[in-house]
């Protein structure tokens, strides 16, 4: 059980840094608050779960290791971050999100974990360097998946939480507008940095 201080540490530190999940959950907790974004919070645990899974049985090296796949998830996740971006830049000209804007859904926030290249990095590496070495090999993905996902949700629903507590303070346009200006900074920074 020796591995499972690293492990968790690993899983903390990679969980709870910025990058896309965090970003949008912020946007999400900010539009539509806390208890709307769970949904959203549990997608992205489980599709998490699943994509270590795959990597932890080697699958995530095969694919990293074929460079069209490789650029394949590289523009999936860029795109979709500049699609962010772009849809963020209008939050600072109203206090409300859209009648018809919804929060992102289970299984969307699960099948965007495949789309996502820090995803897919936490995955490959946690599973180069933190796969438990027990038999079965299943018990030992099981137990991989389990401490990485007992970690992540609290993680994740931190900024969900800051989104959503940020949410009374950004009643004044000027706050809200440079609010929104620094989300998209950081929304197209996380963009650009899938491809350094």
Same mark, same amino acid.
């Given at each position: @059980?020796?591995?499972?201080?690293?492990?968790?540490?690993?899983?903390?530190?990679?969980?709870?840094?910025?990058?896309?999940?965090?970003?949008?959950?912020?946007?999400?907790?900010? #539009?539509?608050?806390?208890?709307?974004?769970?949904?959203?919070?549990?997608?992205?645990?489980?599709?998490? $779960?699943?994509?270590?899974?795959?990597?932890?049985?080697?699958?995530?090296?095969?694919? @990293?290791?074929?460079?069209?796949?490789?650029?394949?998830?590289?523009?999936?996740?860029?795109?979709?971050?500049?699609?962010?971006?772009?849809?963020?830049?209008?939050?600072?000209?109203?206090?409300?999100?859209?009648?018809?804007?919804? %929060?992102?859904?289970?299984?969307?926030?699960? @099948?965007?974990?495949?789309?996502?290249?820090?995803?897919? @990095?936490?995955?490959?590496?946690?599973?180069?360097?933190?796969? %438990?070495?027990?038999?079965?090999? #299943?018990?030992?993905?099981?137990?991989?998946?389990?401490?990485?996902?007992?970690?992540?949700?609290?993680?994740?629903?931190? #900024?969900?939480? $800051?989104?959503?507590?940020?949410?009374?303070?950004?009643?004044?346009?000027? #706050?809200?507008?440079?609010?929104?200006?620094?989300?998209?900074?950081?929304?197209?920074?996380?963009?650009?940095?899938?491809?350094?």
């Amino acid at each position: @059980m020796e591995f499972l201080w690293p492990l968790a540490t690993y899983a903390f530190v990679s969980s709870i840094t910025p990058g896309p999940n965090n970003i949008m959950l912020t946007s999400s907790g900010i #539009w539509f608050g806390f208890i709307r974004s769970i949904p959203h919070m549990l997608g992205i645990t489980c599709g998490f $779960a699943v994509l270590l899974a795959i990597c932890a049985a080697g699958i995530g090296s095969l694919v @990293m290791a074929v460079p069209a796949a490789h650029v394949v998830l590289k523009v999936g996740g860029s795109g979709y971050l500049l699609y962010l971006a772009w849809q963020l830049r209008s939050m600072g000209a109203v206090s409300e999100a859209p009648v018809a804007a919804k %929060p992102m859904s289970f299984t969307a926030a699960a @099948m965007f974990q495949f789309a996502n290249p820090k995803a897919w @990095m936490m995955a490959i590496t946690g599973a180069a360097a933190f796969l %438990p070495s027990m038999r079965p090999t #299943w018990l030992a993905i099981a137990v991989y998946c389990l401490v990485f996902s007992v970690v992540n949700l609290p993680c994740v629903s931190v #900024w969900a939480g $800051a989104g959503s507590l940020l949410r009374r303070f950004l009643t004044q346009a000027l #706050w809200r507008k440079l609010f929104s200006a620094v989300m998209v900074l950081l929304t197209i920074y996380a963009a650009l940095s899938i491809w350094l």
